[in-house]
């Protein structure tokens, strides 16, 4: 089951901050998050596991809330290269159960 | 290293025809998946292999067959193809399935069915 991400777009200028939602209906072990350029594969930026623990990327962090099975990716003074569209994986419980991807949320900044 | 390879980037097909996907990655991963991207709906699993010798259906199986050829190859098969197969493919590799680690994903198919 698709986890559900929001919001589905979102327009920012040029150092503005933005936040992406990524819920599931069932207990996680691990969050990933992917960006996605217009024609090319999806490429990692992190993952996160269940303790509710918080990475950073260059001025992109996420959190993982495992007991509301929520994750939240923050973008912080935009640049240009951030747009795209963005992806959060979910893996429900630790052994051979599949990394399922959400709907995605297209982030466009603006100059 | 070449990482994940997929075959081939573009194909057109006429309705009812078959074609097979070819999936290779040259990282010894154990897990390997296929999705489905279509505009508005994300990155759908088709099927996954968690490890060589099994297969497993994903969330959109349907009109679709696979095979986990090796350790290094995973293709997929549609024997059939409709329209609504319309799509592009992904393939991806994983060290370890349930194991939090870095997806890598080919560059994709774009698969058009007239």
């Known amino acids: 089951q698709q986890p559900v991400q929001s919001p589905q777009a979102v327009i920012l200028r040029e150092g503005e901050d933005a936040v992406i939602n990524c819920s599931s209906s069932k207990a996680l072990y691990s969050v990933h998050w992917y960006r996605q350029k217009h024609g090319e594969a999806p490429v990692f930026l992190m993952i996160l596991l269940k303790g509710g623990e918080q990475k950073g990327h260059d001025k992109i962090s996420a959190s993982f809330n495992e007991k509301k099975q929520q994750s939240s990716l923050y973008l912080t003074a935009s640049q240009l290269s951030y747009s795209g569209t963005y992806f959060c994986?979910?893996?429900?419980?630790?052994?051979?159960?599949?990394?399922?991807f959400g709907k995605g949320t297209r982030l466009s900044v603006i100059a | 290293n070449a990482g994940v390879t997929q075959t081939p980037k573009f194909q057109v097909l006429k309705t009812g025809q078959s074609m097979t996907l070819q999936c290779a990655q040259d990282m010894n991963h154990n897990s390997m998946y296929w999705y489905r991207q279509d505009p508005g709906m994300g990155l759908r699993l088709i099927y996954y292999?968690?490890?060589?010798?099994?297969?497993d259906k994903g969330e959109v199986p349907n009109g679709y067959n696979v095979s986990r050829l090796n350790k290094r190859e995973f293709s997929l098969r549609l024997e059939s193809a409709a329209p609504s197969q319309t799509s592009v493919y992904f393939c991806?590799?994983?060290?370890?399935?349930?194991?939090?680690?870095?997806?890598?994903f080919g560059q994709g198919t774009r698969l058009t069915v007239v």
């Open positions: 292999s968690a490890s060589e010798g099994t297969t």
């Open positions: 991806a590799s994983i060290l370890e399935s349930g194991v939090p680690t870095e997806a890598f």
């Open positions: 994986g979910t893996v429900s419980f630790s052994g051979n159960t599949p990394l399922v």
